[in-house]
């Protein structure tokens, strides 16, 4: 196998627990629906598609992290700082979707938990971050890109926490929990760093010729005006 | 649509294109965070094969197509496309139901 799988199979996590994360994928799925119509105008919807399409691109190619061990883009936090939370959550739920029915990489019944841990958990967290690093940070477009990168660094061990607290609520496995949260945690602050830098080289390629499209930053320019 | 746009859309697309199609081939192969996670702390055997495990585009390589670069690149190209579709869909839907509330 080429690539290697990049998401939650099927049999990790027992079905009641991968129903009720299913429900939650689903309400905050339904949100982003109609809060990302809010942000979206006809200049923007094909940046909010082609996202996804890059982000689905991205994720193909896996890193070396450590010896045997490999990461991969997650995207929460170069599309939230791309087209926004809302319309994030929705750009990577297409991508999982299409990954799990065609690609089978992720499993069916996983994956209400794929979709809560990278384009919700991961999603919301970013764009918390991002916007408390707003205040900080110098406000142009530097500022703004290692606001994003920064985000994207803290984002993948918040999911890989998703994943501990699933395992937790419903692992099948009989590892102890907190040696799977540990083991988690200590791996994808590694992957962490490889996030913010694709991140971090893909907002600035966007912000240097388009700043005008990013949502992030837009928002700062009509906070200044 | 202004022309500049139109040219930086299209950029965008076509480095998806260039990483899905052909830099895709380079990834590591190693395990990912996760699977390397549950194969050394031993709940890998637990995980089951996908419902849809025999999808023509299953572990991003084409069913039938025995050169291993062009199946890689191929099952990215076409994952390109397909995302493209479902995503404008999506985000257009979404800017029309948007719509509905407002009025």
Do not use: C, E, W
């Given at each position: 196998m080429l690539i290697p799988r990049l998401h939650i199979p099927d049999g990790f996590i027992d079905i009641p627990t991968s129903a009720i994360f299913g429900v939650l994928a689903l309400?905050?799925?339904?949100?982003?629906?109609?809060?990302?119509?809010?942000?979206?105008?006809?200049?923007?919807?094909?940046?909010a598609g082609l996202t996804a399409v890059f982000?689905?691109?991205?994720?193909?190619?896996?890193?070396?992290?450590?010896?045997?061990?490999?990461?991969?883009?997650?995207?929460?936090?170069?599309?939230?700082?791309?087209?926004?939370?809302?319309s994030a959550t929705l750009a990577l739920t297409v991508v999982l979707g299409i990954q799990a029915l065609l690609f089978a990489d992720g499993g069916l019944t996983a994956l209400g938990l794929n979709v809560f841990n990278l384009s919700v958990l991961a999603v919301w967290v970013s764009h918390f971050v991002i916007l408390t690093l707003k205040r900080i940070l110098p406000?142009?477009?530097?500022?703004?890109?290692?606001?994003?990168?920064?985000?994207?660094?803290?984002?993948?061990?918040?999911?890989?926490?998703g994943f501990a607290l699933q395992y937790a609520l419903g692992g099948t496995g009989t590892i102890p929990a907190d040696t799977v949260a540990t083991a988690m945690l200590s791996t994808h602050v590694f992957i962490g760093i490889g996030e913010a830098i694709i991140t971090f080289m893909t907002v600035s390629a966007v912000i240097a010729s388009r700043s005008d499209l990013v949502y992030g930053y837009k928002e700062k320019l009509e906070v200044r005006a | 649509m202004s022309k500049t746009s139109k040219r930086f859309y299209l950029y965008f697309f076509l480095v998806s294109i260039g990483v899905a199609g052909a830099l895709s081939f380079y990834a590591s192969s190693s395990p990912d965070g996760l699977e390397k996670v549950a194969e050394e702390k031993g709940f890998l055997d637990t995980a089951k094969d996908s419902a849809v495990s025999g999808s023509p585009l299953a572990d991003y390589v084409v069913a039938g197509v025995e050169n291993e670069?062009?199946?890689?690149?191929?099952?990215?190209?076409?994952?390109v496309l397909i995302t493209a579709v479902v995503a404008f869909g999506i985000f257009y839907l979404s800017r029309k139901l948007g719509k509905g509330v407002k009025n």
């Open positions: 309400v905050f799925v339904a949100i982003a629906l109609k809060g990302a119509a809010r942000t979206l105008d006809d200049r923007t919807t094909p940046l982000i689905f691109a991205a994720q193909m190619i896996n890193f070396p992290v450590a010896a045997g061990t490999s990461g991969h883009l997650v995207g929460a936090a170069l599309a939230t700082a791309l087209v926004g939370p809302y406000k142009n477009k530097y500022g703004f890109t290692l606001a994003t990168a920064i985000a994207a660094f803290i984002s993948v061990p918040f999911a890989a926490a | 670069r062009l199946s890689v690149g191929l099952s990215g190209l076409l994952g």
